[in-house]
């Protein structure tokens, strides 16, 4: 399998897919139904993160395989970080946006980890401001 997810933490915060070329949509939608079933499993709000920076070529079909599991995020799904955005994916991603603008809401494009960890924490520290 080419499309590997992982928790990114102990305590199963942030969930990561890696891509190890060449993949195939098949193995992506394994790897999403997988994500799934991690994230409903877990008791408390996650975070996902594609790493993408080593995707390599995108099968066609993008836009079906990519809508399906965007539509099937569990409700404890807080948002979707993908790091490393080529510009094909950059491309694909507003045309995504057009077409699905609720789903993509929580969708976003970051250029390194460090950015996408840097939102991570500015929405647990709101949570817990909004627990206060």
């Known amino acids: 399998m080419s499309v590997y997810v992982t928790w990114d933490d102990l305590g199963h915060n942030v969930l ?9 949509w098949n193995e992506f939608t394994a790897a999403s139904e ?3 079933t991690m994230i409903t499993e877990t008791p408390h709000e996650v975070f996902v993160i594609m790493d ?21 995020m569990p409700a404890n799904t807080v948002a979707v970080f993908v790091v490393g955005a080529n510009a094909v994916i950059q491309t694909l991603f507003g045309v995504f946006r057009a077409l699905y603008g609720p789903i993509a809401e929580n969708v976003m494009l ?13 929405r647990q520290t709101a949570a817990v401001r909004a627990l206060c």
Do not use: N
């Open 34 to 36: 997988l994500v799934q």
């Open 16 to 24: 990561r897919y890696e891509f190890t070329p060449p993949w195939t």
């Open 52 to 72: 993408v920076r080593t995707v390599g070529a995108i099968p066609p079909g993008s836009m079906t395989y990519v809508t399906r599991p965007a539509q099937a």
């Open 110 to 122: 970051c250029d390194t980890f460090a950015e996408a960890y840097a939102v991570i924490a500015e």
